[in-house]
Each structure stands twice: as C-alpha cells, then as structure tokens.
C-alpha cells in the first residue's frame, strides 16, 4: 500500500502502536491527516513524523468515550475518504474475576470509542460525492482474531472485538448501497506497548508496520474481513469451534493476562 491512496484519513488512538503505524503508512505529499488520542507529547510526535513524509497533520487530544467531542472531530475533518477507529484498551483477568470497572472502560473504548467515531463518519460520507471508484468513503473497524475466540482470560475484551468485527460486517451489507463500505480489520498479535505485557506466547508476533500495511492493502482491496496472519486466523477459528467447555480447559492451561493497570 503506498501512501497517498486516500488524501483525507482520519484515525483515532494515533499516538502509538498499530494507530502510529497507520498514520505513519498513510502518511504523504498532499494527504491530510486528522489524529487524535489521549497522550498530547506522543501525539505530536506521531503527527511530526507524518508531517516529515510531506503530510500535513492535525493532532487533536480526545477521548473516543466522549460522544459529542468525538462527533465534533469528524465534522471539523470536513471531507473524510477513510477513517480508521482505531482507539482500544487491552485488559484480562489476571487468573482471577475480572474487574468490574475494567470491564466497563474496555466496553466503553472498545464498543462505544468505535460507534461515537463510525456513526458521525457514516452519517458524513453519506452526504459527500463519491469518488472515482464509486465509493463516498471507508470505515475501518479495528477488531481483533480474539474476536473468534471467546477467550476466559480476557472475556471483556474478546466481546468488544466481537461486537464491533460483527457490527461492521453487517452493516456493510446495507453502507454500501449509498456509497459506503465499512472493514473489519481483525489482526494477530503486533508488536505494541499494549501487548508487551501478555505473559504467555505470542505466535506470528509481528511489528506494527507490517500490520499496517497488511491493514491498509486490504482495506484498497475492498476486503470487508481483513485478517492476519492466517495460520493464527485458522486456528483462532478452530478453537473457537469447540465446546464451550474443552475451550476454558484448553486456555486453563495458559497464564491469563494481567488485568488492565
């Protein structure tokens, strides 16, 4: 994926990690770039290193949590070809029962951060002229493979990427009629601060600029379920294929993951 391929990109939690990469990816001479997340000093590095690539890039602190802020970010964009919700916090049970607040706040970020930046985006789009391919915009949802496992360490979670994985895929089936496409994007494990924590294994680790590009290949595709890396995707949806019960026995056997800090 080069950059350039969409002049206007918006992308929430781009202060680091995978959001960092995808600005980063997007990131060239006359593309503007619209990227907010919660930390101001890595938000503004995030935005130099895209303004170093020839973008111009506005760094805006938000939380996704906060409806009418986010709103109020998408309509200040103007004319958006992509936004990427990207925002979402990681968190398991640390052996035990997962905390109350915790679930909230994944749920909170992770459904709500998503739908406060998808539905103002979608509502935008809508009303703006396609472009040559036909297409008004794109959303990008980003889930995760945990949302085919429903995982007892990180219940909370692997239920957020679910909803939204799902919620995106459906409602493609109707966007698409008036112009715009929505992608579930479901990666493995990227090498990010978020998952240097993960005590247990981490097959097909991989940086967060090879997810980015993969992100963003497939989103020029015109893939809905974008999903890597597929060995990791076959067995997430081979174990989530078996009873309820053999799958806890099976994760039992794993460190859980820490409960959010």
Same mark, same amino acid.
């Given at each position: 994926m080069t950059a350039g391929a969409w002049q206007s990109v918006a992308i929430t939690g781009a202060s680091s990690g995978l959001g960092r990469a995808l600005a980063e990816a997007c990131a060239g001479p006359g593309v503007t770039l619209h990227l907010s997340g919660r930390d101001a000093g890595r938000l503004e590095a995030a935005a130099a290193a895209c303004r170093e690539r020839g973008a111009t890039a506005c760094a805006t602190v938000l939380d996704v949590t906060d409806a009418e802020a986010t709103a109020a970010w998408v309509r200040r964009a103007g004319r958006l070809d992509l936004v990427i919700a990207n925002a979402g916090i990681s968190g398991g049970t640390g052996g035990t029962t997962e905390p109350a607040d915790q679930v909230q706040r994944i749920f909170a970020t992770n459904v709500g951060g998503v739908l406060n930046?998808?539905? $103002?985006?979608?509502?935008?789009? @809508?009303?703006?002229?396609?472009? +040559?391919?036909?297409?008004?915009?794109?959303?990008?949802?980003?889930?995760?493979? #945990? +949302?085919?496992? *429903?995982?007892?360490?990180?219940? *909370?979670?692997? +239920?957020?990427?679910? @909803?939204?994985?799902?919620?995106?895929? *459906?409602?493609? #089936?109707?966007?698409?009629?008036?112009?715009?496409?929505?992608?579930?994007?479901?990666?493995?494990? /990227?090498?990010? $601060?978020?998952?240097?924590?993960?005590?247990? $294994?981490?097959?097909?680790?991989?940086?967060?600029?090879?997810? *980015?590009?993969?992100?963003?290949?497939?989103?020029?595709?015109?893939?809905?379920? /974008? /999903?890597?890396?597929?060995?990791?995707?076959?067995? #997430?949806?081979?174990?989530?294929?078996?009873?309820?019960?053999?799958?806890?026995?099976?994760?039992?056997?794993?460190?859980?993951? $820490?409960?959010?800090?």
């Open positions: 930046t998808a539905l $103002p985006a979608i509502a935008a789009m @809508a009303a703006q002229p396609a472009g +040559a391919d036909g297409v008004r915009g794109r959303i990008a949802v980003i889930a995760s493979i #945990a +949302a085919f496992v *429903a995982a007892p360490g990180a219940p *909370a979670y692997c +239920a957020s990427k679910s @909803a939204v994985q799902r919620w995106a895929e *459906a409602l493609d #089936a109707t966007e698409r009629l008036r112009g715009v496409r929505l992608h579930a994007v479901c990666p493995g494990y /990227v090498r990010t $601060p978020m998952t240097a924590r993960n005590p247990f $294994p981490m097959p097909f680790l991989m940086d967060a600029e090879e997810a *980015a590009r993969r992100t963003l290949h497939g989103i020029a595709k015109g893939r809905l379920r /974008v /999903v890597y890396p597929w060995p990791l995707y076959r067995a #997430a949806r081979c174990v989530g294929a078996l009873p309820p019960s053999w799958r806890n026995a099976l994760f039992a056997r794993l460190p859980a993951k $820490p409960a959010l800090d």
